[in-house]
């Protein structure tokens, strides 16, 4: 196997970058296009929202738990112990729900979608789309692109008050922190800006993982490996992205 030069795969890098950039927008181009298939949007709902509740309620619940038992350790070194509530539900709120339930959901409808694609492909059955007069990219991008969209801040919601939950048992019944104090200071502190940054955060990570996830798909090649590497492509390049647009979308809204 001959090993390829850094400038061939340089080129192939930006080769890549340039489609993958086209294809995004002729996806979301066609989001404004006739024909318009709300079953498809709503079944592409069902699966990335209704099937990953569960997922998303066990990470929370557990996020929320554990770092209100590493803030409590902190906050009772100077007895601010009540300060624990509004400590992490911003956390929460601003970064830990929706870049969790971004990697959460990158693991498992990010990966679906890059398989599901991916098998179209190398079994011809995007080519008789095409062949039946159908755009390929607005019958299968477009119903997984919105309901992302849609589903993702929403899935956050669900992450930041089950992570709240497991924050609020945590610290009034096993610290003993009273739970007026607790709830008081979630209100004082934290504000609506800091809940819609956050949805706004998962929003833009729900678009992007979308087009990634169906791109790498959609130009898988070389039959079942090459969809397992599309796949494994998807998940990787997905989940850094999330880190990476997230550190500049929290120094454009902080």
Not at 149 to 154: A, C, D
């Amino acid at each position: 196997m001959t090993r390829r030069s850094p400038l061939r795969w340089f080129i192939s890098q930006v080769e890549g970058t340039g489609n993958f950039v086209l294809n995004s927008a002729e996806a979301i181009l066609a989001c404004f296009l006739p024909p318009y298939r709300p079953w498809l949007i709503l079944q592409q709902a069902d699966f990335i929202g209704v099937g990953s509740i569960f997922i998303i309620v066990l990470t929370g619940i557990f996020t929320g738990a554990v770092f209100t038992l590493q803030s409590l350790y902190a906050f009772s070194m100077f007895n601010l112990e009540s300060m624990v509530g509004a400590t992490v539900t911003l956390a929460l709120t601003r970064e830990l729900s929706p870049v969790l339930a971004a990697l959460m959901l990158t693991g498992r409808a990010g990966s679906a979608m890059a398989t599901e694609l991916g098998t179209m492909r190398v079994t011809e059955q995007i080519d008789a789309l095409g062949a039946m007069a159908v755009n390929p990219v607005q019958y299968l991008f477009v119903p997984r692109l919105l309901a992302a969209v849609v589903m993702f801040p929403i899935l956050t919601m669900v992450f930041n008050l089950v992570g709240v939950l497991g924050s609020y048992l945590v610290a009034i019944n096993i610290w003993g922190v009273d739970p007026g104090n607790f709830l008081a200071k979630i209100r004082w502190y934290v504000s609506a800006h800091d809940i819609t940054s956050g949805l706004i955060k998962s929003s833009v990570f729900g678009g992007f993982i979308a087009l990634v996830s169906c791109y790498k798909g959609f130009n898988a090649q070389g039959g079942a490996r090459g969809v397992g590497l599309a796949t494994t492509q998807a998940v990787v390049v997905g989940s850094v992205s999330v880190l990476i647009i997230d550190y500049f979308l929290t120094v454009l809204m902080f």
